[in-house]
Nanobody, 125 residues
């Protein structure tokens, strides 16, 4: 199993920045992908970004491309989501997730096997 704990959420004004962390533990050597998703009230959970743990290849949703950066520190078993130029529409609970089966569809919720509890990000206008 893999355990994930998010942190770093909070309240920020539009145009500001936040950095989310996703600390992983357990069978982290089995992780293929770590992804970030978000869920706003009344909406479906949506893909934000993903990183291939071994190669650091990264992918982003069009809505965050150029503003968000996903990265990872292998020594700390931690993934990060640097969020710049935040907009009110970025307000959501942000979740990190891990895939341990080498999924192809890394942008799909169903590809991920383990999830964190989420951290709230609120962007005020």
């Amino acid at each position: 199993q893999v355990q994930l704990v998010e942190s770093g959420g909070g309240l920020v004004q539009a145009g500001g920045s936040l950095r989310l962390s996703c600390a992983t533990s357990g069978r982290t050597f089995s992780m293929y992908w770590v992804g970030w998703f978000r869920q706003a009230p009344g909406k479906e959970r949506e893909f934000v970004a993903a990183i291939r743990w071994s190669t650091r290849s990264t992918y982003y949703a069009d809505s965050v491309k150029g503003r968000f950066t996903i990265s990872r520190d292998n020594a700390k078993n931690t993934a990060y989501l640097q969020m710049n130029s935040l907009k009110p529409e970025d307000t959501a609970v942000y979740y990190c997730a891990a895939d341990v089966n080498g999924a192809i569809s890394w942008s799909q919720k169903s590809a991920y096997d383990y999830w964190g509890q989420g951290t709230q990000v609120t962007v005020s206008s």
